[in-house]
């Protein structure tokens, strides 16, 4: 069973940065993809980037485009999502996902295992 731990997140102000954490234990972490999402109040969950299993492919949502970065240390089972000039339209709840796939789509069912999500709040 995979169990993955979210890390990183807290309140800040606009213009500033965060960086998360994912840390995965059970399974076979650097064989498959990870993906990152968020849930804000009354919305639902969407897609904000995913790495491959060998960090070849990373890939991003259009509104993150230039400001988050993804990458993974496979020897430490950790995925990270650097998130640079927060605006506060990112407030939300933020999961990492453990892919069914190497390399993975955007699609929440391409994902097999979920966080607990950590909170991150952006204020103007």
């Known amino acids: 069973q995979v169990q993955l731990v979210e890390s990183g997140g807290g309140s800040v102000q606009a213009g500033d940065s965060l960086r998360l954490s994912c840390a995965a234990s059970g399974g076979t972490f650097s064989s498959y993809a990870i993906g990152w999402f968020r849930q804000a109040p009354g919305k639902d969950r969407e897609f904000v980037a995913r790495i491959s299993w060998d960090s070849r492919y990373r890939y991003y949502a259009n509104s993150v485009k230039g400001r988050f970065t993804i990458s993974r240390d496979n020897a430490k089972n950790t995925v990270y999502l650097q998130m640079n000039s927060l605006k506060p339209e990112d407030t939300a709840v933020y999961y990492c996902?453990?892919?069914?796939?190497?390399?993975?789509?955007?699609?929440?069912?391409?994902?097999?295992?979920w966080g607990q999500g950590t909170q991150v709040t952006v204020s103007s």
């Open positions: 996902a453990y892919s069914r796939y190497q390399i993975s789509s955007s699609s929440l069912s391409d994902y097999a295992y």
